[in-house]
């Protein structure tokens, strides 16, 4: 069955199937391209007649992922340049009654989608909320800093997706004041970026950041040092019209050849804060979009009334050494380099993370301090930044362990996901999750994230700078006071 619903743009066709309607691929802004590429996002243009929105629409332009993580995150490859849309799945439309939830994908700031498979939202509508899931310009086009005035347009994309959630979703059966924000990886420090940025003030009113916080954003210092070897790597003039001049190949392609550069070269004078999370493109703190560091800005006071809900996965950085076999490959001399980058002292470090893991390799004691680095130790100061001023701060803690890669994996990056959409029947998680899992904690997970959109409580205590109440997401789920007090106490002065 289909039915047709009118946005301020015209009308759009989805479809109905087990009581969830479902639109896809609807456009929130013009297509980022001709006049418009380097710009930020431009109004979507309208249409006559009926539109249909019965199938995903164009992707931005990305890279495929590095091997091996091009078959554990498979993600499709849609052409087309009306790639600023999203997708909303609901159990009922004309209301405007029913929470909404806004999934900001991850992917480093330079893959993802909203189409990914995994990310259907039908679970979420079968429990009463309204889900959009929204593509945003990514790599060069959306994070490559251009110059003053000329920053952060995939954090503007995002800003305008939720601008046309505001002025279109009631039409969905979606509540405009009832909108919490949530993503993953690149997608957490995004809705933390949100939670910070001037512009989205009023227009959500909970966020939930899994496996990215507020730490990571560029210096314009730094951000001009990768704009600048991009056009000593592409020989022209590191200008918008250079650029845009550049034929779209190209560009995708010398993203990538830029990544590796970092990986090869991991020298701090050449890349700045790039090597602290080894991702090339990311906000920039430009002083207009993203007026700050966003921790920074959020213990100033910025994103206050709004609820949050933050955590990790225990062993985060294992998606990144084990598949590619970088664990068994650490030296004395590299796990030296990194902890010093860090400015953590050395003995003291050392002897923390081998009282953590006795029997561990360097390469685990190295994964263990860039899990705490990159993912943990953001997630508890922007608890700790959300608690201090009073408003709801809610921590989770992801420990269920994947036996994939030889029972190496763990819990690692990205492995909640299916999880929370309650998806694991989808089956591109299967190389990550293997067979069998837990069914039971993704009905509590998924739950608890559906609670959280509902109400502002995931259904377990505050976080608060006395009790550090945290959920172990395993399959039989507890609360646990300060779970990581060691690591936390080595990185104090860090903030």
């Known amino acids: 069955m289909n039915t047709v619903v009118r946005t301020r743009q015209g009308a759009v066709r989805g479809s109905l199937v087990d009581g969830v309607f479902a639109f896809k691929g609807i456009p929130y802004a013009a297509a980022p391209f001709g006049s418009r590429r380097f710009l930020p996002p431009q109004p979507a243009p309208a249409w006559d007649g009926v539109r249909d929105a019965l199938t995903y629409g164009p992707t931005v332009p990305k890279p495929p992922y590095f091997p091996p993580f091009d078959v554990l995150l498979p993600e499709p490859v849609i052409a087309g340049e009306e790639c600023l849309n999203l997708n909303i799945w609901t159990p009922g439309i004309g209301d405007a009654s029913l929470p909404v939830m806004v999934w900001i994908h991850g992917g480093a700031f330079r893959n993802g989608t909203g189409a990914i498979p995994t990310y259907d939202g039908s679970r979420f509508a079968r429990d009463g909320v309204v889900c959009v899931t929204i593509n945003y310009r990514l790599g060069i086009d959306g994070f490559l800093y251009l110059g003053d005035g000329n920053a952060n347009r995939g954090l503007l994309d995002q800003v305008a997706a939720l601008e046309w959630v505001h002025e279109n979703i009631a039409a969905f059966g979606g509540d405009p004041g009832n909108v919490t924000i949530f993503g993953e990886s690149a997608g957490g420090m995004s809705v933390t970026s949100l939670l910070s940025m001037p512009r989205a003030e009023g227009l959500f009113r909970r966020a939930i950041a899994q496996s990215g916080a507020g730490h990571h954003a560029h210096t314009p ?83 206050k009334g709004v609820e949050v809900l933050v955590g990790t996965n225990s062993e985060e950085y294992r998606f990144f050494t084990v598949p590619p076999g970088l664990v068994d490959a650490v030296t004395d001399q590299y796990l030296s380099t990194i902890i010093a ?28 301090i860039m899990t705490d680095q990159v993912f943990r130790i953001p997630a508890i100061r922007l608890a700790e930044a959300v608690a201090e001023r009073g408003d709801a701060a809610y921590m989770y803690e992801f420990t269920w362990r994947s036996r994939q890669f030889d029972d190496r ?9 299916p999880f929370v959409f309650d998806n694991l029947h989808m089956p591109e998680y299967y190389n990550l999750l293997g067979d069998n899992p837990p069914q039971e904690l993704a009905n509590e997970m998924h739950a608890s994230w559906v609670t959280f959109a509902k109400y502002g409580d995931p259904g377990w205590p505050r976080y608060d700078l006395k009790r550090r109440a945290t ?25």
């Open 221 to 303: 210092e730094t951000a001009r040092l990768v704009t600048q070897y991009l056009a000593e790597l592409l020989q022209v003039e590191a200008a918008p019209d250079a650029l845009a001049a550049i034929p779209l190949e190209r560009l995708v392609a010398a993203q990538v050849e830029l990544a590796n550069d970092v990986i090869k070269r991991p020298d701090p004078e050449l890349w700045g804060e790039v090597l602290v999370n080894l991702m090339p493109f990311e906000p920039t703190i430009d002083g207009n979009v993203l007026p700050q560091l966003p921790i920074k800005h959020i213990f100033a006071g910025a994103g």
């Open 341 to 368: 980058a860090y400015g953590l002292p050395l003995e003291e470090t050392l002897a923390t993370y081998r009282a953590l893991l006795p029997e561990g390799s360097r390469g685990d004691i190295l994964t263990s």
């Open 409 to 417: 994996l763990g819990a690692s990056h990205t492995l909640e996901i």
């Open 471 to 495: 959920m172990n997401f395993n399959t039989l789920s507890e609360v646990i006071d300060d779970p990581h007090q060691a690591e936390r106490v080595l990185w104090e002065g860090r903030r």
